[in-house]
């Protein structure tokens, strides 16, 4: 089975300009998340999606992030504008349900703002 | 206010010795646990997992410990590998939906020769 995709694999940007990340879930699964990793870190969740409904987006600076998953598949994740903080490898996952917990994360992309 | 605590940024282990990798949690409604793998540029790879009505789950090399009264739970893996170099991050279902998990700051562990 193919895994998660996401793209791009690497994003540089200046702070203030914006950025738009890819991911395409395993098919069938019916959950998706958007994870930010900071360097040091662990994962911390962004947003989760069950289908197209978001079911958790508690996480989210939603002042300069948002995040849509139409039709239930690919899902973008968009920053505007960028801040120096927002430098991380923003993780996508997805799982059959949101019982699933063992779920599989796509390699990332790494976002460096200068 | 860190709920999953992995102390150890690092841990060093000789091939075919015994790798201990620790964590702490604080929250005692955490009823489930996981063990993800991570490779430098790919992302965590599920692991094992342990349910808090188990203290002990085992899956080849790889055995999870869990220790309620004192909210602690160990990887060991046995015997060490060169191939399982990598960060390890111990993780719990929580937060305010279901699926999220709350991650560690996770530990490298590094096998040499």
């Known amino acids: 089975e193919a895994g998660v995709a996401q793209s791009p694999r690497y994003k540089i940007i200046e702070k203030r300009q914006s950025v738009a990340f890819w991911c395409n879930p395993i098919?069938?699964?019916?959950?998706l998340y958007w994870y930010q990793q900071i360097l040091g870190q662990g994962p911390k969740l962004l947003i989760q999606?069950?289908?197209?409904?978001?079911?958790?987006d508690s996480q989210l600076p939603k002042d300069r992030f948002s995040a849509e998953r139409l039709k239930g598949v690919d899902s973008t994740l968009k920053i505007q504008p960028a801040k120096l903080e927002d430098s991380a490898v923003y993780l996508c996952?997805?799982?059959?349900?949101?019982?699933?917990?063992?779920?599989?994360f796509g390699s990332g992309t790494r976002l460096t703002v200068v | 206010d860190q709920q999953v605590k992995q102390n150890s940024p690092s841990l060093s282990v000789q091939e075919g010795r015994i790798s201990i990798l620790n964590c702490d949690y604080t929250?005692?409604?955490?009823?489930?646990f996981l063990w993800y793998k991570k490779y430098p540029a790919e992302g965590p790879t599920f692991l094992i997992s342990?349910?808090?009505?188990?203290d002990k789950n085992e899956d080849g090399r790889f055995t999870v410990f869990l220790n309620k009264s004192a909210k602690h739970l160990s990887l060991h893996i046995v015997p060490s590998q060169p191939g399982d170099s990598a960060v390890y991050f111990c993780?719990?279902?929580?937060?305010?939906?279901?699926?999220?998990?709350?991650f560690g700051k996770g530990t490298k562990l590094s096998v040499k020769p």
């Open positions: 098919s069938g699964h019916a959950t």
């Open positions: 929250n005692s409604m955490f009823d489930y």
């Open positions: 993780a719990a279902p929580g937060g305010g939906s279901q699926g999220n998990l709350i």
């Open positions: 342990i349910s808090s009505i188990k």
């Open positions: 996952a997805s799982s059959l349900d949101r019982l699933a917990y063992g779920y599989t």
């Open positions: 999606f069950q289908n197209n409904g978001v079911v958790d």
